[in-house]
């Protein structure tokens, strides 16, 4: 196949490659999701869940064994800076439309945080990888660095759920 040719992302779709990946530009620059995902159907003349089905399989074929192979890598990695930054995700903090129609039971979240691992820049393969989270201590921390890592070196703001980290890994 040329390069240059889209190609659906599953054999047998409709939805292309270069088209996820301009949902996906839509979405940094501010447009919801929901609402270009609407359009498109719209003038496509496609079912109401054509894109959605087709960014879940992107990313199920594409992105979740690409994430899983710079994981692996990452793990044998001498040095590992981490650090972490509060975002808003509405649903989780029981506010928006979906949190509203959401059952009461759930746990709610009062901050939200991504957690940035970034490999050090002398690294025969540096690596940036991103995780969101509920919260920011030690717990939620250890779910993203786990004993399997094989840093020697670990770079961090100093927050003290680093050093409960350590303490823990270097326990087990």
């Known amino acids: 196949m040329d390069e240059k040719l889209d190609f659906p992302i599953v054999p047998g779709r409709q939805i292309?490659?270069?088209s996820i990946m301009e949902f996906n530009?839509?979405?940094?620059i501010g447009m919801p999701l929901d609402r270009s995902f609407k359009l498109f159907e719209k003038y496509a003349k496609l079912g109401s869940n054509t894109v959605s089905y087709s960014l879940n399989d992107y990313h199920f074929f594409y992105h979740k064994p690409l994430y899983q192979t710079l994981l692996k890598i990452m793990k044998t990695?001498?040095?590992l800076i981490v650090d972490e930054t509060s975002f808003n995700c509405l649903q989780d903090q029981g506010r928006g439309r979906l949190a509203?129609?959401?059952s009461e039971d759930r746990d709610i979240s009062p901050k939200n945080?991504?957690?940035?691992?970034?490999?050090a820049p002398a690294e025969k393969n540096p690596i940036a990888l991103y995780h969101c989270q509920r919260s920011r201590n030690a717990k939620s921390l250890n779910d993203f660095i786990s004993a399997d890592f094989k840093a020697e070196v670990l770079v961090t703001?100093?927050?003290?759920?680093?050093?409960?980290?350590?303490?823990?890994l270097n326990e087990s």
């Open 113 to 119: 945080y991504i957690l940035c691992k970034i490999s």
């Open 157 to 168: 703001d100093a927050y003290s759920g680093y050093d409960t980290l350590v303490r823990q």
């Open 77 to 79: 990695q001498r040095t």
């Open 16 to 18: 292309s490659a270069l």
């Open 100 to 102: 509203k129609d959401a």
């Open 25 to 28: 530009r839509l979405m940094c």
